[in-house]
């Protein structure tokens, strides 16, 4: 099984962009999709991104998705940042034996 | 709309065993794969299980293999885990969750508290 890595905090003034990096540490990062779901405190998750690039409807487009083969990695950027934004975020994946994992999490914060 | 509702959360003590229920309403239940994902107190999220539309195939993270087993009953829309010889690392909030065609966890349940304590 592979993991992915994700700083534990971001943090921006509002208006100012933030990228969210979640590195895959086995495999490549293009073997399987990437979603990013966003927590708010006493909240069950919801997704901003699927399909490592694509949004639901309903998510603003400042938020956007990518992979980077380079790096193996994937990115969530928030761009216009809103108080709204502040939650974690958990960045998903699954391995091809159908386990999935999950980041540990970032706080993204708006000062 | 799509709802999902967890229940037959509580406190039990190390070792003994507690079932768990996700009632779905809002959409064809025996058409979606089903999880348990759980997240223990401040920390992230943990994939448990996950079990196929129909029920045929069923896949869990290693922690909890051999002692929770995931099932569902199309007939009631319902989802369960079954979480047996329970230690202090299971305590958590269990959330049920779809997924859809794009293996994306679509949407969760709001969870419901396991706490595992002597």
């Known amino acids: 099984n592979f993991m992915l890595a994700q700083p534990h905090s971001v943090s921006g003034s509002p208006g100012k962009t933030v990228t969210i990096s979640c590195t895959r540490s086995s495999g490549s990062i293009a073997r399987s999709y990437v979603q990013w779901y966003q927590q708010r405190p006493g909240s069950a998750p919801t997704t901003v991104i699927y399909?490592?690039?694509?949004?639901p409807s309903g998510v603003p487009d400042r938020f956007s998705g990518s992979i980077d083969s380079s790096s193996n990695s994937a990115s969530l950027t928030i761009s216009g940042l809103s108080t709204e934004d502040e939650a974690d975020y958990y960045c998903?994946?699954?391995?091809?034996?159908?386990?999935?994992?999950f980041g540990g999490g970032t706080k993204v914060t708006v000062l | 709309q799509v709802q999902l509702v967890e229940s037959g959360g509580g406190v039990v003590q190390p070792g003994k065993s507690l079932r768990l229920s996700c009632a779905a309403s809002g959409f064809s239940f025996s058409s979606y794969a089903v999880h348990w994902v759980r997240q223990a107190p401040g920390k992230g999220l943990e994939w448990v299980a996950l079990t196929s539309f129909d029920g045929s195939n069923k896949y869990y993270a290693d922690s909890v293999k051999g002692r929770f087993t995931i099932s569902r009953d199309s007939s009631r829309n319902t989802l369960f885990l079954q979480l047996n010889s329970l230690k202090p690392d299971d305590t958590a909030v269990y959330f049920c969750?779809?997924?859809?065609?794009?293996?994306?966890?679509?949407?969760w349940g709001q969870g419901t508290r396991v706490t595992v304590s002597s």
């Open positions: 998903q994946s699954a391995d091809t034996t159908m386990t999935f994992v």
């Open positions: 969750a779809r997924m859809n065609e794009d293996s994306t966890f679509d949407h």
């Open positions: 399909e490592n690039d694509q949004r």
